[in-house]
């Protein structure tokens, strides 16, 4: 295709950004380490073939930090749109439909031109919500970098790093089988900038242990060398310790595949709905007479983990075997 560049020399890249060209641009920055871009460079070479009057370029990020920079890519993939020697449009992340309808947006080709008889109307997008007080933000920063013995902020997920400075973190830390939490600060803009000040640190990845602020990548590193930030994590607590902490948590708690809003298994996900049923219909005390009226049987996940009445109720038996339920009494 002559309108599909992958890029290999900053040459190719001269006329991109020229302001008398009217020709749009579609930019797709990629990496190799990031499987998300698998599939989203063949959406992205698809796309060119279906609009030709766009000139499409192919970049490897991390081989071309300069123009990387230039159009401020913080994570990948990313891709830019540039019109008139100006950026117009840009998008983050794996959406193939979203990155289909932006480049439609700037193409000239009759294919790209949407259908009137087909259109559907489009709902008016919902009001942002209201931004934190300065106060508010801080007090949910403190929450957040005090709720893991390490708590780090990253662009992506531990298991879809989107920068090359969180992946190398991220491994670092899985060497030395420190545990740790993780907040994408990709998916809230808010606390992202938020954090810049509060740790006084400009970039990302940050690391906390302990609620105090620890440094970047390259403090890490260096710490890790040093033996340094090994001694500062917690010891790493046995088994039983953790299980016992576990069922303690609250009052009631339940063991199940997923979490109680999205549930990963039907078993789980019938268990939910039935304490959810009994807390609505009979209230908190029908409830706790459950936790307190237990019967004693052996347990599958140990001696610790106390029993439950799985005689009384077809439910619970229904259950039991698949979703392992506790009880502080």
Request: glycine share 4%.
């Amino acid at each position: 295709m002559t309108n599909f560049t992958v890029l290999t020399s900053d040459d190719q890249f001269a006329s991109v950004f020229d302001s008398s060209s009217t020709t749009a641009h579609a930019l797709n920055f990629w990496a190799s380490w990031a499987p998300q871009c698998t599939q989203m460079n063949e959406v992205f070479e698809e796309l060119a073939a279906k609009h030709p009057t766009i000139q499409f370029f192919k970049i490897e990020a991390e081989q071309f930090p300069d123009i990387s920079e230039q159009c401020d890519i913080a994570a990948v993939p990313s891709f830019v749109i540039v019109k008139e020697g100006k950026i117009v449009d840009r998008m983050d992340g794996a959406n193939p439909p979203e990155l289909a309808r932006i480049v439609a947006k700037y193409s000239k080709s009759p294919s790209a031109l949407p259908s009137h008889s087909s259109a559907t109307p489009v709902n008016a997008p919902s009001a942002a919500p209201a931004a934190l007080s300065a106060e508010d933000m801080n007090a949910r920063l403190k929450e957040l970098t005090s709720s893991s013995s390490v708590m780090v902020f990253i662009k992506g997920t531990p298991t879809a790093p989107r920068c090359q400075f969180s992946r190398q973190l991220l491994e670092i830390l899985t060497a030395q089988n420190i545990r740790f939490s993780s907040f994408n600060i990709l998916a809230d803009e808010e606390v992202r900038q938020a954090m810049k000040s509060f740790s006084d640190w400009p970039t990302f990845p940050q690391v906390y242990v302990k609620g105090e602020f620890v440094g970047g990548l390259d403090i890490v590193k260096e710490m890790v060398a040093t033996g340094e930030f090994q001694s500062l994590v917690p010891a790493e607590k046995d088994l039983k310790t953790r299980m016992d902490e576990l069922i303690q948590k609250a009052p009631l708690m339940i063991f199940i595949k997923g979490s109680p809003e999205t549930p990963r298994c039907g078993f789980s996900k019938y268990v939910c709905v039935w304490i959810r049923l009994v807390c609505a219909s009979k209230g908190k005390g029908v409830l706790e007479s459950l936790i307190t009226k237990r019967n004693h049987v052996p347990s599958p996940v140990g001696n610790w983990l106390p029993s439950w009445p799985i005689k009384e109720s077809p439910m619970i038996r229904l259950t039991f075997w698949k979703t392992m339920i506790s009880a502080k009494g």
